[in-house]
């Protein structure tokens, strides 16, 4: 197991808050959605998140680092989301906006259709996947995570942020 620094952990909890502030604006998080971020080595890994989405009940957005570094590099968003026929579960998953848009969006690989949504307590599955989202929607998401990461956005009261022991 990887011991992770305080450094390494404040920049992924920058992450969530991040994230959170771009897909739900000052919404605050309803008890049907979660949020969390750490390494997922191997498929393994990604069979827990959709047990832990599925037992809990929530739709759950994973922010995946690599921790191969002093501070660690995002490299994967994963949803799982339990529904009555089971946990769907994507990964490859990018944050979307355009300009104009108050919300980001998630868009899942480019072999699968539509986008998501996030709602303030689930993910919701939009069939369409704009074109403007796919290419500089990609790219302005990831300067405006980039900016807020780097500002450190305030989520108090939005959302609660525990870090679990290692």
């Given at each position: 197991?990887?011991?992770?620094?305080?450094?390494?952990?404040?920049?992924?909890?920058?992450?969530?808050?991040?994230?959170?502030?771009?897909?739900?604006?000052?919404?605050?998080?309803?008890?049907?959605?979660?949020?969390?971020?750490?390494?997922?080595?191997?498929?393994?890994?990604?069979?827990?998140?959709?047990?832990?989405?599925?037992a809990?009940?929530?739709?759950?957005?994973?922010?995946?680092?690599?921790l191969?570094?002093?501070?660690?590099?995002l490299?994967?968003?994963?949803?799982?989301?339990?529904?009555?026929?089971?946990?769907?579960?994507?990964?490859?998953?990018?944050?979307?906006?355009?300009?104009?848009?108050?919300f980001?969006?998630?868009?899942?690989?480019?072999?699968?259709?539509?986008?998501?949504?996030?709602?303030?307590?689930?993910?919701?599955?939009?069939?369409?996947?704009?074109?403007?989202?796919?290419?500089?929607?990609?790219?302005?998401?990831?300067?405006?995570?980039?900016?807020?990461?780097?500002?450190?956005?305030?989520?108090?009261?939005?959302?609660?942020v525990?870090?679990?022991?290692?």
């Open positions: 197991m990887t011991d992770i620094t305080a450094a390494a952990t404040d920049h992924m909890r920058r992450h969530v808050t991040a994230v959170t502030r771009m897909i739900l604006g000052k919404t605050i998080m309803g008890r049907g959605l979660a949020m969390t971020a750490g390494e997922v080595l191997n498929d393994a890994g990604v069979l827990r998140i959709a047990e832990l989405a599925h809990s009940g929530n739709d759950l957005i994973h922010l995946d680092f690599s191969d570094r002093e501070i660690p590099v490299r994967d968003i994963i949803i799982a989301a339990p529904r009555a026929d089971g946990c769907h579960v994507h990964r490859g998953c990018r944050l979307a906006q355009r300009p104009d848009d108050r980001a969006v998630l868009l899942p690989n480019p072999l699968a259709r539509g986008h998501f949504r996030v709602a303030r307590d689930e993910i919701i599955h939009v069939h369409t996947k704009p074109a403007a989202l796919v290419g500089e929607g990609v790219a302005y998401a990831a300067r405006r995570l980039a900016r807020l990461v780097c500002d450190d956005v305030d989520v108090r009261g939005q959302i609660v525990t870090k679990l022991p290692q």
